[in-house]
C-alpha cells in the first residue's frame, strides 16, 4: 500500500474527542475528557501511559476508507476505551484495580476471556526497525495494551483512587454469577 494512503489516516495527534489538560509533576498532556480523571489518577501511582482513546471505533471511523479490511474491526471497537502502558505499568494497573474492590463480575470482565464483555488485555511485540529501517530485527515486549468497554470507566476511577488511597479489598471468592447461563441469555 502507497505510504500516502496511510498518511491521510487520522495522525495520533489529531484527536476526535474532547480533551482535558492532565498535569502531574513534570507529565502533562491533553487526555481525552473521559479517560483524564482515570490518567491523572495512573500518573499519581508513578506509571506511565503511552496513549489512550476513550472511544477507539469513533476515532478509527475513517480508517476503511483508506483500509477496506479493518471496517470489521473498527466497528467492533464502537463503545471500547483503551489505555497502553510500558508491560510492567499495565501489570501494576491491572493488579491496583483487582486489589481494591471485589472479584465480582468487572473483576472478571478484566481476568477472564469467556466473561461477557471481556477487557482485551495484549502485549503487543515491537520490532526495533519500525522505527530505524536500518536497523535488523530485533523484537521485544514494550506495550500491554488494555482494552475495556467505556462503561467501566466509572469502576477503573473508583477502584484506582481506593487504591491510592491504601483501601485495599481483602482476597475472597470469584463471584462468577456474571457468566451464569442465565446472565448470558
Not at 501511559?49 to 470489521?72: I, V, Y
Not at 493488579?95 to 481494591?100: E, F, K, V
Not at 477472564?112 to 477487557?119: E, I, Y
Not at 468497554?149 to 479489598?169: F, H, K, M, N, V
Amino acid at each position: 500500500m502507497p505510504t500516502s494512503m496511510i498518511s491521510r489516516i487520522r495522525r495520533v495527534s489529531e484527536n476526535l474527542h474532547p480533551v482535558r489538560r492532565v498535569s502531574v509533576g513534570g507529565l502533562s498532556a491533553d487526555i481525552d475528557e473521559e479517560l483524564a480523571p482515570i490518567v491523572e489518577v495512573i500518573w499519581r501511582l508513578g506509571l506511565t501511559t503511552w496513549t489512550c482513546c476513550q472511544n477507539a471505533g469513533e476515532s478509527n471511523a475513517d480508517w476503511p476508507e483508506q483500509l477496506p479490511h479493518m471496517a470489521p474491526v473498527i466497528a467492533s471497537q464502537v463503545g471500547w476505551a483503551y489505555i497502553d502502558f510500558p508491560i510492567d505499568d499495565g501489570l501494576a494497573f491491572l493488579t491496583a484495580l483487582a486489589q481494591a474492590g471485589p472479584r465480582d463480575a468487572f473483576y472478571l470482565r478484566m481476568t477472564h476471556w469467556a466473561a461477557p464483555d471481556s477487557w482485551h488485555v495484549s502485549a503487543r511485540p515491537m520490532d526495533r526497525a519500525t522505527f530505524d529501517q536500518l536497523c535488523e530485527s530485533q523484537f521485544e515486549l514494550r506495550l500491554l495494551l488494555v482494552r475495556f468497554p467505556s462503561y467501566d470507566r466509572t469502576e477503573i476511577l473508583r477502584r484506582l483512587t481506593a487504591y491510592e488511597a491504601g483501601r485495599l479489598t481483602p482476597p475472597g471468592p470469584i463471584d462468577r454469577s456474571s457468566m451464569a447461563a442465565r446472565h448470558l441469555a
